[in-house]
């Protein structure tokens, strides 16, 4: 009997330290570039669902069509059909990554100016109505309310980037930037400051979901290109998919950088990587219960600014 033991006491023990050494390699590679790096390449290799829509054909003068992207015969000069049927983008559209509150002191005899963009640069990553955001202030700065400004609500860093990238590519290439989120009328300003102006906002949607059934309810839009971060990109451009916006995507990054010295920063990385695999995964098999319908939300609801007593239209 007690011999019968021994190959299923083998198998436990082999299993286990199968178990214990896949657990660290999993512990390692979360604080390491390489947990993101495969998930956000399994992420990136998701399905999405086909636009149903046909793409018109565009007119393109044949001295900028080449014979490998033709099969039709033209003379230089002449307009000629471009059979690959390409459907160029019409606008830019960026999902808000969140607002934050920006401290302003008037205290001038603190050179400490690490502390004070800390303060001022808080990240607030969930988006809410209150926008309560933790101050970091010393006992003095505290004990001194005479010193401290109101609080004022400012684009946090994930949302700052994705206006630096679509900033960067309209320079390149001129197109409506559609906004869209809670976010979008302090996303505006801030283009707006920047001398971007052909800018237009959703201002309703309060998740992805939501983002792509407004944005899609606000403008008839077909062919666009998305711009949030990296990690996000596959559930969003699904999203917009099923709504029928075709989305190609503009990845802008994280305001952390990971790196093989950077652990915490890899550690946040991977945070995204499992929160928007599992996020796929109930957006496929659970749709979340709390993405309203277009119909939810009036158009005039759409085009309100978020700001307390501003409403804006386009």
């Known amino acids: 009997m007690k ?8 198998l436990v023990i082999r299993a286990s330290l199968v178990s214990l050494s896949l657990g660290l390699i999993a512990m390692v590679g979360f604080y ?20 149903n829509h046909q793409p018109p ?29 390409n459907h160029l983008p019409t606008a830019y559209v960026v999902l808000g990554g969140g607002l934050t509150e920006a401290d302003t002191y008037n205290d001038h005899s603190d050179n400490n100016r690490s502390d004070l963009n800390e303060n001022t640069y808080q990240m607030k990553s969930s988006i809410s109505a209150g926008y309560k955001v933790e101050k970091k ?15 004022e609500i400012v684009l946090n860093k994930y949302s700052l980037i994705r206006m630096q990238t679509v900033m960067k590519y309209q ?3 001129p197109l409506p930037i559609v906004l869209t989120g809670v976010e979008a009328a302090w996303m505006k300003d801030w283009l707006n ?15 992805t979901c939501e983002n792509a059934r407004f944005t899609a309810k606000r ?8 711009i949030t971060d990296a990690y996000h990109m596959t559930r969003a451009r699904r999203q917009f998919a099923l709504n029928g916006i075709h989305a190609i995507p503009i990845p802008a990054a994280l305001p952390m950088e990971k790196g093989w010295l950077e652990p915490i920063n890899n550690a946040q990385h991977s945070r995204r990587t499992l929160y928007e695999l599992a996020a ?35």
Not at 66 to 72: C, E, H, L, M, N
Request: aromatic share 6%; with cysteine; proline share 8%.
């Open 280 to 314: 796929y995964a109930r957006d496929v098999f659970a749709p979340q219960n709390n993405c309203r319908q277009a119909s939810d939300v009036s158009f005039e609801t759409l085009l309100r600014s978020r700001k307390p007593g501003e409403v804006k239209t386009f």
């Open 32 to 51: 390491t570039p390489v947990f993101s790096n495969v998930g956000l390449w399994l992420l990136n290799h998701l399905p999405i669902p086909k636009v």
């Open 3 to 10: 011999r019968s033991f021994i190959p299923i006491a083998n």
């Open 171 to 173: 320079h390149i290439n």
């Open 193 to 207: 400051s920047h001398g971007v102006e052909n800018v237009i906002t959703e201002n309703a949607s309060m998740n």
């Open 57 to 85: 054909p565009i007119l393109t003068p044949s001295s900028e069509i080449s014979d490998k992207t033709t099969k039709s015969v033209h003379h230089p000069g002449h307009i000629s059909l471009d059979l690959s049927l």
């Open 137 to 151: 202030t010393s006992q003095k700065r505290k004990g001194s309310a005479s010193n401290l400004h109101k609080p």
């Open 219 to 226: 403008l008839h839009l077909q062919d666009v290109y998305l």
